[in-house]
Every structure is written in C-alpha cells, then in structure tokens.
C-alpha cells in the first residue's frame, strides 16, 4: 500500500499501517529534499520524539510509489489532490482502492476531495474516506483517536476499514462519504473563527455559542449538497470541529487567533509552518452557500474577514452580538 503525502498526518499514518514493521508501506513525498531527508533520518521535523520504522520506503518517484500499489492513501493539501491523481493514474498497473485522507473543497468546482479522487481515478475498485478529529502528534504519542471511514457499503469496506483499524485508532464505517467530507472540510473554516474569537479575547461562552451555530450552517450545507445533517453531529462534524476549534495543535485556530489579534491574514499565514486548510475551505464554504442559497452567516463571515478585509469583529456579529 502507499501513502502519498509526508506531511505530519500522512508520515503518522504511514507508521500505523506498517503496524510496527509487520508490513510494507510506501511513503511518497513530492520534495525531493524532504523525501531523502525523511528517508534518511527516519525522522520528521515537525513531530518530536517520532522515528518512522524502517519497514516504511520513503520515495520522491511517484511512478514507483503507486505503479503496483493495491490501496492508495491520499494525505495531501486539498490545493494538489487533483493533479497528484491525476499523474498516478497515468502509472497504474491495477485497480487499486483508494482513501483520501485529505481535508478541503476543491478551488473553483467545489468538489470534494473524494469527488476529485473518483474523478481521475476511474479505475479505482472505490475511493474511501478517512476523517475525523486527529491531531497528527497526538497520535503519534499514543492517544486514542477515533476516526470515520465514509463510502460504498460492502465487504471492501469492512477490508479498508480493518487496514486503519488497531492501535490507537479505533475506526468506524458510514455511508455517507459526501457528509463526513464536508465536516472535515467546513470544521476548518469554523476553526478560523473560533480563533478569531479567541485572538479578540472573547471567552467559553462565546466560543460554545460559535460551535452551536457553526453546526447548524454545516448541517444545513451538507443537505443542500446530498450529504446527511445528522452525520455533522458525529465525529466528522462535532467532534472535530470541537478538537480543531479549541486545541493549541490546530494550525487553523492558531491562525484566526493572529487574525483576531489584529495580525493581517497574509502574515499569519506566513507564520504558520504547515498548510493551513481552512482558509482556502473557507472559499468553498463561501461558494456552496451562495450556490445553495443555504443561510451560513458565521462561515460566509469567516471568508470574508480571511479574504476580503473585513474587521475581525464582524464574527460577533454574524453570531448576532
């Protein structure tokens, strides 16, 4: 199997699905620099303490790291899932299933990242997908995690689901591939704001009230695109956006909370190491509203404080403060 992806998320599941070095993992990173260093060291630089097990082959050639792969796990920026898949299915040489693991709504389509994946991987046996709150350093030092499989019912489901299954991740199966994407993908954006509020210095009860409303709007979104609101109360929904909305490990509430201080988008960004999702999803968010007519003050706010130069303080408002 291969994961494609060496960022945190994608380094800490290649690990996992070795199961200690029981079996063999591809890792492919698209830096070359970063490629060799990883597979040099073992080590990833933004995750302390961890080794990755010798029983994970860390490539920069994509054509080798998916070529004979029979699972191929997509743990990448929302930004390069489609051309990412799009040059690996020039290089297959079977029908493999696929998991995405990646958070985001597509620029421009709206599409969600298991809709780009099933888009260019026609071959595929089916395209899976794996969500839920989970902090990658969290998981590498061992903390219980559960997490949502979502797509077609089946005995390959129960297989994809028992291959991420064990240790620290405990995962359950959902139909409902298309809700658990959008809560993935619309968390990101509500975590923004919760930062937001945080860097205003507003407390508990504004944030609980943020997360009850931000709920409702993904509920509303995720009916209005064939996806179930009832699957947002879920770990997908809730309980993630619960994790990425008040944990110092979100680099999305991290970067609202600089933006609510009164830093400008730009330069937070630029002091965030990682890919911070949200704010490209928040695009997305903007877009599906409009495009659904579906009422979502708080995550249209959320873009237009990120985006379009409005005051931090229009979050309040939006909550009808």
Avoid at 61 to 84: H, K, M, N, Q, Y
Avoid at 163 to 185: A, H, P, Q, T
Avoid at 268 to 287: F, Q, S, Y
């Amino acid at each position: 199997m291969t994961v494609l992806g060496g960022g945190l998320w994608g380094t800490v599941l290649a690990q996992h699905l070795s199961r200690g070095g029981s079996q063999p993992v591809t890792l492919w990173e698209f830096f070359p620099e970063a490629a060799s260093g990883l597979a040099r060291s073992r080590r990833h630089p933004h995750i302390p303490g961890f080794r990755l097990h010798e029983n994970v082959a860390v490539t920069h050639e994509l054509g080798a790291a998916v070529r004979d792969a029979d699972v191929l796990i997509f743990v990448l920026p929302s930004g390069v899932v489609r051309a990412t898949a799009r040059a690996a299915a020039k290089q297959l040489r079977k029908r493999p299933v696929v998991v995405n693991a990646s958070k985001g709504l597509e620029a421009g389509s709206l599409k969600t990242m298991g809709e780009v994946l099933g888009e260019e991987l026609r071959s595929a046996r089916a395209v899976y997908t794996l969500t839920g709150p989970s902090f990658a350093r969290e998981v590498a030092r061992g903390v219980p995690t559960k997490l949502l499989l979502g797509g077609p019912a089946g005995p390959a489901a129960e297989r994809v689901r028992r291959l991420f299954d064990g240790g620290v991740l405990s995962v359950s199966f959902v139909r409902d591939r298309k809700g658990i994407e959008l809560g993935g993908s619309l968390k990101n954006v509500l975590a923004i704001g919760a930062g937001i509020l945080d860097g205003l210095g507003a407390g508990a009860n504004t944030k609980a009230a943020l997360i009850v409303q931000g709920l409702q709007e993904m509920g509303r979104l995720a009916e209005s695109c064939g996806g179930r609101a009832e699957t947002l109360v879920g770990l997908a929904g809730l309980g993630d956006l619960i994790a990425t909305g008040t944990s110092s490990e979100s680099r999305n509430r991290a970067f609202g909370e600089k933006v609510g201080a009164g830093m400008t988008p730009r330069r937070a960004l630029k002091e965030i190491p990682t890919v911070v999702e949200g704010v490209e999803a928040a695009h997305g968010a903007a877009g599906l509203a409009r495009r659904y007519r579906v009422k979502a003050p708080l995550l249209t706010a959320v873009w237009q404080v990120v985006h379009q130069g409005r005051q931090p303080r229009m979050l309040l408002k939006s909550m009808g403060f």
